[in-house]
């Protein structure tokens, strides 16, 4: 409201507008003092997502000791890449293994004699198509018995069992091609035909010129004949439908190429896991800065870093109780505090734990009970989760901040009540301190006019 009342004084000739406005600005004050402790919240809000962030790192940089595949790594060499190649996974072991690929497997594909084009006929009547032990039926008609046509009622078929039908457009003419989606001797495509407008099934006329099988009528031409891939590991035969082997050697892929002979080498490399522990360290030892360059500006005082510090340490430096491991502490296998508080690695007093025991090394890390990657999550987690330790922290300063709006709301208010009150009160003060100078006025003009003689005279 201040400033609604502009004449204020005009008839005193006092500058009422000054003082109401100074006297309004001195009942504002509190509402400044509340905006600037409003601004000291939103910093410190943004602070305390700082450190959720830096906490998430943490929690990130630790998530490698989480697995035991953390600590190992296998690559897989092949001695001849043309015939055989291969990816390692899990549950990988080093080995060495002699390969001889005999045959690759290979999917069964049938063509069609030559038509003019995809608009021509081929037959009515019923087509079925099988592909192992999976058979599904088309009814061929006049709404779909030409090449074009057959080969979208194959394709659109929901009981279609795996196989694909297109057609190629060659000097001769256009063929029907039908290919099976899987390889191996399992998966050949047969074609018979049933009511066959013509009156004959078999015969290279009408719809059964689409006919083909193994060992029967083979009206379509076979290109390519369904074979399963053949192979000796290490002496040992194996047959498989793909030329993708999974089950052969435990935790290796292999991708047969072409027929020959190859060596496969997996080995093993232990240096992974001090990587990760490395990594580990270094998130560690930027937390710790993070915490107390917040400590040291806009969260001093602030309860929870040091909580966080603490707690964090405790881990790294507390008996972990883990079965099965020489180890129960991190000490011992390389990590250690300085005077400082800076966290480090000691490659040589880890490779050597990893030489002793490399399993109870794996189990100190990753063990899902008791280990310290499970330890360190379960208090990371608490802190940086939904509803977590900063976060309820942090909506307690939302919470504070939205009672400083409503104070600040309550003194608004207040200081309107406070400026019209003012205004009514100085107003009538000008009007009245107007009245009389007026009344002053006049009378100083009529003493003037009085005759001067008959004062004397008197």
Do not use: C, W
């Not at 601004?39 to 998430?56: C, F, H, K, P």
């Not at 790294?316 to 883990?322: A, G």
């Not at 502490?329 to 880890?350: H, I, M, N, P, Q």
């Amino acid at each position: 409201m201040a400033g609604s009342i502009t004449s204020l004084g005009i008839g005193s000739g006092i500058d009422i507008e000054s003082i109401v406005n100074q006297l309004v600005a001195v009942e504002r004050r509190p509402i400044q003092f509340l905006q600037t402790r409003q601004t000291e919240i939103d910093i410190q809000i943004s602070a305390l997502g700082a450190v959720r962030d830096n906490v998430s790192n943490f929690q990130t940089g630790v998530a490698d000791l989480n697995l035991s595949s953390g600590f190992r790594s296998f690559s897989v060499t092949s001695s001849d890449d043309e015939v055989i190649t291969a990816s390692v996974g899990e549950g990988s072991v080093p080995i060495a293994s002699d390969i001889e690929v005999l045959t690759l497997a290979q999917k069964s594909k049938l063509a069609s004699s030559a038509f003019v084009n995809g608009d021509s006929v081929v037959g009515n009547g019923e087509l079925n198509i099988s592909v192992g032990a999976d058979t599904f039926s088309i009814s061929i008609n006049d709404n779909n018995n030409t090449l074009t046509g057959i080969r979208d009622a194959i394709n659109d078929n929901a009981d279609n069992a795996g196989v694909s039908a297109s057609i190629i457009k060659a000097d001769d003419g256009s063929h029907l091609i039908l290919t099976s989606e899987e390889s191996g001797t399992l998966n050949a495509i047969n074609v018979t035909v049933s009511g066959d407008a013509d009156g004959n099934d078999t015969d290279a006329a009408g719809l059964s010129t689409l006919v083909f099988v193994t060992g029967g009528t083979q009206n379509l031409q076979e290109i390519d004949i369904a074979q399963d891939a053949t192979l000796t590991v290490d002496g040992f035969d194996v047959t498989r439908s793909s030329n993708e082997i999974s089950d052969v050697i435990e935790g290796v892929t292999l991708s047969l190429k072409d027929i020959g002979t190859a060596s496969l080498s997996v080995s093993e490399d232990r240096s992974i896991g001090r990587s990760a522990i490395e990594t580990a360290v270094t998130a560690y030892n930027e937390l710790i800065i993070a915490l107390n360059t917040q400590r040291e500006s806009t969260l001093q005082g602030e309860s929870l870093l040091l909580g966080i510090e603490t707690r964090v340490r405790q881990v790294f430096t507390n008996r972990l109780n883990v079965e099965g491991s020489n180890y129960q502490y991190l000490f011992e296998v390389g990590l250690t505090f300085d005077r400082d508080g800076v966290l480090s690695l000691d490659a040589e007093k880890y490779d050597a734990a990893i030489e002793e025991d490399f399993n109870g090394v794996v189990q100190l890390f990753t063990n899902p009970d008791t280990g310290f990657a499970q330890a360190i999550d379960t208090i990371l987690s608490s802190y940086v989760q939904t509803g977590g330790l900063i976060q309820a922290r942090t909506d307690g300063l939302s919470d504070s901040r939205s009672q400083i709006d409503d104070n600040i709301e309550r003194i608004e208010d207040r200081v309107a009540l406070t400026e019209r009150r003012l205004r009514r009160q100085y107003g009538a003060l000008d009007g009245l301190v107007g009245q009389l100078n007026a009344t002053s006025s006049f009378l100083t003009q009529q003493l003037a006019n009085l005759p001067t003689n008959n004062l004397i005279n008197s």
